[in-house]
């Protein structure tokens, strides 16, 4: 299912039918004029902007237009992002997990994507065979919500 769809399905399930489908068509609307005047930004950052965080964007934005009051907005926004996207990562992880060397896949995957995709200003600290740690100084998620007038939403991201 696309991102959309679940969007879609989503809203359903919370606001019913009519209303979830009103809403949805409205965000595919404002999503469809956000990725047309997207700033020129690395394939990398343009990858992720038009595939997770414009939906993002458009589903808060419409949210807070259409009249819904701010916590309202964010706790629907929270429990898309913690339930829908959330779940889908913690399932890729628990199947990961089932391998004895699941740590060292994550570590040797999340390292290489900090490490080498512009979405982060980061320093990586691997000097230990137990653990590793990252500290991010930039990030392109904060970035994009702020350029967008919705940082609130960076935490659920």
């Not at 740590?103 to 512009?118: C, E, I, M, P, Q």
């Amino acid at each position: 299912m696309q991102g959309e769809d679940i969007v879609e399905q989503f809203l359903i399930e919370r606001l019913g039918v009519d209303e979830g489908k009103r809403i949805h068509n409205l965000v595919r609307i404002r999503l469809k004029e956000l990725k047309r005047h997207v700033a020129k930004r690395s394939f990398i950052k343009t990858r992720v902007l038009k595939g997770m965080l414009l939906l993002y964007v458009a589903f808060y934005r419409i949210l807070m237009e259409e009249e819904f009051s701010e916590e309202d907005a964010k706790k629907l926004i929270e429990e898309y992002m913690l339930s829908v996207d959330a779940a889908k990562l913690k399932r890729r992880y628990d199947m990961m997990d089932r391998f004895s060397c699941a740590y060292t896949l994550f570590r040797t995957g999340f390292v290489n994507v900090v490490a080498h995709a512009d979405l982060w200003d980061a320093d990586i600290d691997t000097s230990h065979k137990e653990k590793f740690s990252v500290t991010i100084r930039k990030c392109f998620w904060n970035d994009i919500f702020r350029e967008y007038n919705c940082p609130d939403i960076c935490r659920y991201a």
